[in-house]
């Protein structure tokens, strides 16, 4: 099983900041098959980015994904009130596995 | 309009068992990729189990043996079966869709909460 660990605990930042979440593999993820979803209170996640780097459909170009191999990021750039979340990455190329998530506050 | 709607969670007790339902529309269940995802309080996600287009199913470790994911097309339903459910099977379970078998997760429903107490 692939073991996602990401950047630990809350982020708390303010409005127009960047925020810059991390997502380690404990193995190579194949293929770079590497998603970020954010999750708000209540709700069920929504995809972000897949392939590593590709915003899915109607995500402001605000949120970016980089890496491969092992180390992947996610950086929100310009952040707004509504970005306030829980940020998971999740690999699937070797059935599915998740990072605890990081929550990122906009105060 | 792609829609996933998740029914059939509740309080059980441990040891006991549950069918949870993802009604689809928006497309046939048995064209599609389907997975069931949990969210234990305050957790993280947890992928359960996964019913490929071709009927194909697997499902986590932990939970082999006791879930069975299945799917009924004239119903466009997709099912989860959990006996001898325990205390650590408490969550939200939402089901999920995805495209092909290396593709994320792009629908999702709302979820469903599942209680397992005395």
């Known amino acids: 099983e692939i073991v996602l660990t990401q950047s630990t605990g809350t982020l708390f930042l303010s409005p127009g900041e960047r925020a810059t979440l991390s997502c380690r593999a404990s193995?190579?993820?194949?293929?770079?098959?590497l998603a970020w979803y954010q999750q708000k209170p209540g709700q069920a996640p929504r995809l972000l980015i897949y392939?590593?780097?590709s915003r899915a459909t109607g995500i402001p170009d605000r949120f970016s994904g980089s890496g491969s191999g092992t180390d992947f990021i996610l950086t929100i750039s310009r952040l707004e009130p509504e970005d306030s979340a829980v940020y998971y990455c999740?690999?699937?190329?070797?059935?599915?596995?998740f990072g605890q998530g990081t929550k990122v506050e906009i105060k | 309009e792609v829609q996933l709607v998740e029914s059939g969670g509740g309080l059980i007790q441990p040891g006991g068992s549950l069918r949870l339902s993802c009604a689809v529309s928006g497309f046939t269940v048995s064209s599609i990729y389907m997975s069931w995802v949990r969210q234990a309080p305050g957790k993280g996600l947890e992928w359960v189990s996964v019913i490929y287009s071709g009927g194909s199913r697997y499902h986590a470790d932990s939970v082999k043996g006791r879930f069975t994911i299945s799917r009924d097309s004239s119903e466009n339903t997709l099912y989860l079966q959990m006996n001898s459910l325990r205390a650590e099977d408490t969550a939200v379970y939402y089901c999920?869709?995805?495209?092909?078998?290396?593709?994320?997760?792009?629908?999702w429903g709302r979820g469903t909460l599942v209680t397992v107490s005395s």
């Open positions: 392939g590593a780097s």
């Open positions: 999740q690999q699937y190329g070797n059935f599915w596995t």
């Open positions: 999920a869709t995805f495209r092909c078998g290396s593709c994320p997760f792009d629908y």
């Open positions: 193995q190579s993820v194949s293929s770079s098959f």
